[in-house]
């Protein structure tokens, strides 16, 4: 008999507390699969997920489903993720973990993408890792938006800068002629 199979329906649901908990403290999650990976790459992983401000839980998909449903969030759109191994990568940044997956695999094959939900959006799929690795976080856009500001403000003082150096050399020639 399985650990999971020999809980007590207690035991489950605090589990099941604590994971909605967490997904309550994230405004977006990747379901992957990163079975096979051996000991000595999990602890890359996991340390990659800590450096680059990402939570990496991995539960039963029963205890995933419940505490999603603990959470209020409604996970039918991509119920099907749900099946094989599922690990969640948690962050507050929508692209983040798509980013954090492309480097990881540059050296491992997983994790593989099952589904996300991103900026309101659910995404269902590998297929999907580059489109989630081209969305721009709330920081890129801010940042985005500050520097189309900031472009007419600096053309209005560059022309009023050259400007008064041609005013001043206009001046200075109108009055070297009137002497």
Same mark, same amino acid.
């Given at each position: 008999?399985?650990?999971?199979? !020999?809980?007590?329906?207690?035991? !489950?649901?605090?589990?099941?507390?604590?994971?909605?908990?967490?997904? !309550?403290?994230?405004?977006? @999650?990747?379901?992957?699969?990163?079975?096979?990976?051996? #000991?000595?790459?999990?602890?890359?992983?996991?340390?990659?997920? @800590?450096?680059?401000?990402?939570?990496?839980?991995?539960?039963? %998909?029963?205890?995933?489903?419940?505490?999603?449903?603990?959470?209020?969030?409604?996970?039918?759109?991509?119920?099907? #993720? @749900?099946?094989?191994?599922?690990?969640? /990568?948690?962050?507050?940044?929508?692209?983040?973990?798509?980013?954090?997956?492309?480097?990881?695999?540059?050296?491992?094959?997983?994790?593989? /993408?099952?589904?996300?939900?991103?900026? #309101?959006? @659910?995404?269902?799929?590998?297929? %999907?890792?580059?489109? &989630?690795?081209?969305?721009?976080?709330?920081?890129? /856009?801010?940042?985005?938006?500050?520097? /189309?500001?900031?472009?007419?403000?600096?053309?209005?003082?560059?022309?009023?800068?050259?400007?008064? %150096?041609? &005013?001043?050399?206009?001046?200075?020639?109108?009055?070297?002629?009137?002497?």
């Amino acid at each position: 008999m399985k650990l999971y199979e !020999k809980m007590k329906r207690e035991e !489950k649901q605090i589990i099941i507390n604590s994971l909605a908990d967490t997904i !309550k403290q994230y405004s977006h @999650f990747y379901l992957t699969d990163i079975s096979e990976l051996n #000991a000595e790459s999990t602890f890359a992983l996991r340390e990659l997920c @800590f450096k680059k401000e990402i939570k990496l839980v991995v539960a039963k %998909n029963t205890l995933l489903q419940r505490a999603f449903n603990e959470a209020g969030v409604d996970v039918g759109e991509i119920d099907e #993720a @749900f099946k094989g191994h599922t690990s969640i /990568l948690l962050s507050d940044t929508g692209n983040r973990p798509a980013k954090l997956i492309k480097e990881f695999r540059k050296k491992h094959s997983k994790p593989i /993408l099952k589904a996300a939900f991103v900026e #309101a959006s @659910f995404y269902m799929g590998e297929e %999907n890792l580059e489109t &989630l690795n081209n969305i721009k976080s709330k920081e890129e /856009l801010i940042g985005d938006v500050v520097l /189309l500001l900031q472009s007419p403000i600096k053309n209005v003082v560059s022309a009023l800068q050259s400007g008064g %150096n041609i &005013l001043t050399g206009v001046l200075k020639t109108l009055g070297e002629k009137g002497e």
